[in-house]
Each structure stands twice: as C-alpha cells, then as structure tokens.
C-alpha cells in the first residue's frame, strides 16, 4: 500500500519488480498522472490506484499487506495516528510500515517557528503547497508505537562517514551557489565527528543513542538525511 503516492515514482519502482500495488493519494491529477505512467509502461495491471485522504484507507476492502508506504506523506496527514492504526489493521502478521523521507522538526526549532516561517518563507521548508505539519523524532516514535507497532531505528550510513556528505553538499549547487555555506558545514562535520566518537565508546554507545532519539540529535546534522 503506497500512502500518498505524489507523482507515483514508489508505486511504478515496486511494481516493475512484480509487486501488486495499491495506491491512495488525495490530489486527483496525481492519481490521473499514475495511471497514466502506469498503463504507459506495462504496469496497469499491477497497480490499482484510489483518489481520496490516507484517512479513507480502511474504506478499501483489500487487507493482509505486505508493507504500507509512506513517502514523505505520512507528515501530510491530517490524523497519521489514526491512519497508522489503519495500517495496523491491514497488515499481515510479519507486515511492516516503513516512512521514508519524513521532516522532523530540529530539537531547537518550535513548532511556532515552523508554521510563522512556513507563511513567511516557505520556499525555504521546502513546502510545495500539500497539508503541511512538523514533528520532532520522538513524536514519530510515539506515534507509531501509540499504534501498536515496534519501531526499529535504523541511521542512516552516510551519518558516518561525515567527509563524504560534506563533499556531497558542496558539490549540489543551485544556480551556481553552494546549497550549504561552508561555516555551517563544518559545523556539522565537527558535530557529525564528536557524535562518532562518542558511539564508538561501548560505554556511552546506548546513553547517546538513547539521547539522540529524544533530542533528534541525528535531524539536525544534515537536512534532508536523516
């Protein structure tokens, strides 16, 4: 089940390796661009599409599914508690939810912030005009074990090898400009090693891990990868 599929790039990748999709995505002209890829490359069959909110997910009949979805959409719902216990529901018994691409609100930032920055200058929160909402990690956590689902963490790799994401960011410019100032790269590269030093000590390994799920100390080393 493919949550809020946007554009459908999740649900035409899973089907062309053979898997039956169901996708729901509130935008009408996103479910007609789906179709459309769909039938264009071989994979309507694969791919049953339904127009209306992720709220609406325990009205299609289908159950038993393998994996639900959500692509940077989970954040766009207006009740993701009560649509991750939808999915609760729909999943078969070793079934799995997996949120990729989630924006988590820096532990320093308020909520207030967001939604005054978001009026002032969206361009800069990414906003491309959808149902906007912010949570920090934990909320995350919270809400997915409020559903009675186990969470397992997982960081992602890049986290750890801090050079390379730094040359990775000083490498992706628009119109010609540096997507990250380099004082805030180091920054972060001195932050990103301090972090690694610590986890590397067996004693302090579980302490830091544990602190930085509360304080999402991992969102706020590089935007966009955690």
């Known amino acids: 089940m493919d949550i809020g599929f946007g554009c459908g790039e999740t649900s035409l990748y899973l089907a062309s390796h053979g898997h039956t999709v169901h996708a729901i995505e509130p935008s009408p002209l996103h479910c007609e661009i789906l179709q459309a890829s769909a039938k264009k490359y071989g994979l309507d069959s694969l791919i049953k599409t339904y127009q209306g909110p992720a709220e609406n997910f325990d009205q ?93 963490d997982r960081f992602h790799i890049r986290h750890f090898y801090p050079r390379a994401v730094i040359k990775h960011n000083i490498d992706a410019t628009v119109n010609g400009h540096y997507t990250y100032p380099d004082k805030k790269l180091w920054l972060k590269f001195t932050i990103l090693l301090i972090v690694k030093s610590l986890l590397s000590n067996n004693i302090t390994k579980k302490i830091t891990i544990s602190l930085g799920r509360r304080l999402s100390l991992f969102a706020f080393t590089f935007e966009g990868t955690a």
């Not at 289908?62 to 989970?74: G, R, V």
């Not at 308020?110 to 800069?124: N, R």
Request: with cysteine; charged share 30%.
């Open 60 to 152: 299609i009949k289908e159950e038993n599914f393998d994996l639900c979805l959500f692509n940077a959409s989970l954040h766009n719902c207006d009740d993701p508690l009560g649509v991750l216990r939808i999915c609760k529901q729909k999943l078969k018994k070793q079934g799995r939810v997996l949120a990729l691409n989630e924006p988590i609100l820096k532990f320093y930032r308020t909520k207030k912030w967001y939604h005054k920055t978001l009026q002032e200058d969206p361009v800069s929160l990414g906003h491309y005009g959808g149902n906007e909402h912010i949570y920090y990690h934990h909320e995350y956590v919270d809400m997915l074990k409020k559903a009675n689902l186990i969470v397992k």
